[in-house]
Every structure is written in structure tokens, then in C-alpha cells.
């Protein structure tokens, strides 16, 4: 039970791993504003108020999930990359991590890690039979319980370098969780040349963004949108890969792609970095 504003709001005690969908889920709403089938109203009412706030968002997220699919092709073809951990990878949709690292190279690993149980049960039937491949229940807060599952560990050499995928996913985590250290952690059995992607919701460009921290403020995560410095100060001390930090659209565009005149109204920054 936690309190938000002057309203009670009560979980159930599992409520990470019981399915409620009186209870929006942002990966339920991402699924939701990228045109996916598997939300519910209340994810649905989320979703049209973050519309309502913010026009460009279904676009946004569109934005989000091409610089998914060109980063994993980056990590492997490349920086050499050859397994990938995708930390709260949300539902399945049109061309997943793993099928892009596997297009890539046929000998790569991904490991999905995600507590929500909709995202569990569609991804497990997904991945069924699909080899190196597999989705871990585990929570992003609890680092040392992502490193020491064994399915993990049976996918995962902490010998070579590693990729690191954090998209659409730390604006759900409190600066008192300590972002920052989360991915220090997460990174820190693995080698030089390790990477880890981001992308961000940022309010410098929209400050409607900011309103959006309400709109999940009886949801499973909350939201805490940051400043492009402070998604950048997310990965100091690593080397950060060109172009730097930007917008999604801006990020190793395609040949064929047009970069969008108004890139920067994506409401999200990507970044990618290097382990030194």
C-alpha cells in the first residue's frame, strides 16, 4: 500500500507477479501506443491521456523501437557484440531484439529480464524453441538477482564483452534506486568494450513531458522523467559512442532514412556508451 497526492492506492503484496489488469502496466501502454492488442482499459486510459498531453507520442514510441532495431544491429555488426541482456524488454511486437541480433549473427544470445506476467507469458511462447534466447523473471532493482539467475548464466559469458539494454525503461526507476548504479552494477562482472543503450523520456525540448509523471501515478511503475545532462550522467565514466547523446531519429539513421525536421519532439534522448 503506498500513497500518491491525497488518494490511497492498495497493491497486493505480489503484485509484480499477479496479473492485474485493473492496473496499468507501461509496458501494457507502450504496447498500447505502438498499436498492440495485448492492453486492457485501464492501460488504455493511460495511454489516451499521455495522447491528449502529448500529440507526437504514438510517433514517439514508433521513433523509439526503429532505434531499438538499428542499435542491436550496430552492437553486433559493429562493436562485435555477440549477447545481449534486454532489461525490461516489455511485450513482444514487430521485429524483437533477438530476431534482429540473430539476423545479425546466428551465434548470438539474448536474454530478456522483465517482471511483468503479460510480458512473461507472451514472451516465453514466443521464444519456445528459438535457440540462445530465453526471458528471465527478475526486476531491474535487484541487480545481483539478474546476474545470478541461471538461465543467465548458462546464455551469458561474463568474459566477453556484453550489451546492455535499458530502453524505455529507466524513467520508470526512482533517482532514490539509483539509476546510475544499477547499470554500474549490472555492468560490472562484464569486460572492456561492454556497451549499454538508453533511451530516455526528457522534458528539455516538451515540458508537457513532466505532466506525464502523473499520468502513471496509479500505475505498476512510476514515472521520473529526466534532463538530457542527467541521462547522460547515467553513464558517466564510460565512452560515449558517436554521435553522442541525441534524439532517437538522429541515432545512426538507415541510408534509406529521412531524419524528421522535428526529431527533437521524439520526448525521448538515446544514448549509447562504451565500457572503457
Not at 79 to 84: E, N, P
Not at 119 to 142: C, K
Not at 203 to 227: G, K, L, M, Y
Not at 258 to 273: E, I, L, S
Amino acid at each position: 500500500m503506498t500513497v500518491r497526492g491525497s488518494q490511497l492506492v492498495t497493491f497486493d503484496e505480489d503484485w509484480r507477479k499477479t496479473f492485474r489488469p485493473d492496473i496499468p502496466s507501461a509496458a501494457r501502454v507502450y504496447d498500447y501506443l505502438l498499436g498492440g492488442k495485448d492492453n486492457y482499459p485501464a492501460d488504455r486510459t493511460v495511454a489516451e491521456s499521455m495522447i491528449a498531453q502529448l500529440p507526437n507520442v504514438k510517433l514517439a514510441v514508433q521513433w523509439n523501437r526503429a532505434f531499438l532495431r538499428r542499435v542491436v544491429r550496430y552492437l553486433v555488426n559493429e562493436a562485435g557484440i555477440r549477447q545481449i541482456i534486454d532489461i525490461g524488454a516489455g511485450l513482444p511486437t514487430v521485429r524483437n531484439t533477438h530476431e534482429i541480433a540473430l539476423e545479425a549473427n546466428p551465434a548470438a544470445r539474448v536474454v530478456y529480464v522483465d517482471h511483468d506476467p503479460v510480458v512473461l507469458a507472451h514472451a516465453r511462447s514466443m521464444l519456445q524453441g528459438v535457440p540462445n534466447t530465453a526471458i528471465i523473471e527478475q526486476d531491474l532493482l535487484e541487480p545481483d538477482k539478474i546476474l545470478a539467475d541461471p538461465t543467465l548464466e548458462r546464455l551469458i559469458d561474463f568474459g566477453e564483452p556484453a550489451a546492455l539494454l535499458f530502453l524505455s525503461i529507466l524513467h520508470f526507476v526512482a533517482d532514490e534506486a539509483d539509476p546510475a548504479g544499477l547499470i554500474a552494477r549490472l555492468a560490472s562482472p562484464f569486460p572492456a568494450g561492454t556497451h549499454v543503450a538508453i533511451s530516455h523520456a526528457t522534458p528539455d525540448i516538451v515540458p508537457a513531458v513532466n505532466d506525464v509523471e502523473r499520468v502513471f501515478d496509479h500505475a505498476t511503475e512510476q514515472a521520473h522523467v529526466r534532463s538530457r545532462a542527467e541521462v547522460q550522467r547515467l553513464v558517466a565514466g564510460m565512452e560515449i559512442v558517436e554521435p553522442g547523446l541525441t534524439w532517437p531519429p538522429e541515432w545512426h539513421p538507415d541510408p534509406d532514412d529521412v531524419v524528421p525536421a522535428n526529431a527533437d519532439q521524439a520526448y525521448y534522448c538515446v544514448v549509447v556508451a562504451r565500457k572503457p
